[in-house]
T-cell receptor
Framework: AQKVTQAQTEISVVEKEDVTLDCVYE???????LFWYKQPPSGELVFLIR??????QNEISGRYSWNFQKSTSSFNFTITASQVVDSAVYFC???????????FGKGITLSVRP | GAGVSQSPRYKVAKRGQDVALRCDPI?????LFWYQQALGQGPEFLTY????????KSGLPSDRFFAERPEGSVSTLKIQRTQQEDSAVYLC????????????FGPGTRLTVT
């Protein structure tokens, strides 16, 4: 079975600060996929990124970057120069090649203050 | 409107009533998923369809929960004899491939059982 641990529950930063959201996953499968979703106050889950287990390259998209390290089973998400609009709950999730369901962590509530 | 839509957005039911929640996936998406999200928690898998076939219903919490997708498009999640513990947001997601691709979520239906 898969498991995702998001040890941080709530993070509060001041606008323009950098912030890193941690994610640790557990799986016995050799092929798996990792995701980050954003859930703003409106409630809809917004897809941010998918990484495959065989591709450990880090990725940067604008102010967002992701650090995937198989050695520590971590898939951390960094927001650079945070903005108030980044305030949301962020979920890390995993799925395996053999099972299509997503397994989510409990989420991290990020508050960015002006 | 190319996204996943769900209706109703909000539903209040008295304990013991039956409810039906509807999901319209993204056109052409063969895979459809239902998740339950309790307050302050991450979404938890309920069931999965590939076209009209229900391939995984391992997450349904009891036999009071029933889902169908008779024509491989719209899906309905039915809860019979609702209980207070059924109060949650019910999320529907669709994806274009079965194993590796990201799932796109609808806005959810918030069910409150009084």
């Amino acid at each position: 079975a898969q498991k995702v641990t998001q040890a941080q529950t709530e993070i509060s930063v001041v606008e323009k600060e950098d912030v890193t959201l941690d994610c640790v996953y557990e799986t016995r499968d050799t092929t798996y996929y990792l995701f980050w979703y954003k859930q703003p106050p409106s409630g809809e889950l917004v897809f941010l990124i998918r990484r495959n287990s065989f591709d450990e390259q880090n990725e940067i998209s604008g102010r967002y970057s992701w650090n995937f390290q198989k050695s520590t089973s971590s898939f951390n998400f960094t927001i650079t120069a945070s903005q108030v609009v980044d305030s949301a709950v962020y979920f890390c999730a995993t799925k395996t090649g053999a099972n299509s369901k997503l397994t989510f962590g409990k989420g991290i509530t990020l508050s960015v203050r002006p | 409107g190319a996204g996943v839509s769900q209706s109703p957005r909000y539903k209040v039911a008295k304990r013991g009533q039956d409810v039906a929640l509807r999901c319209d996936p993204i056109s052409g998406h063969v895979s459809l998923f239902w998740y339950q999200q309790a307050l302050g928690q991450g979404p938890e898998f309920l069931t999965y369809f590939q076209n009209e076939a229900q391939l995984d219903k391992s997450g349904l919490p009891s036999d009071r929960f029933f889902a169908e997708r008779p024509e491989g498009s719209v899906s309905t999640l039915k809860i019979q004899r609702t209980q207070q513990e059924d109060s949650a947001v019910y999320l529907c997601a669709s994806s274009s491939r079965t194993l590796s691709y990201e799932q796109y979520f609808g806005p959810g239906t918030r069910l409150t059982v009084t």
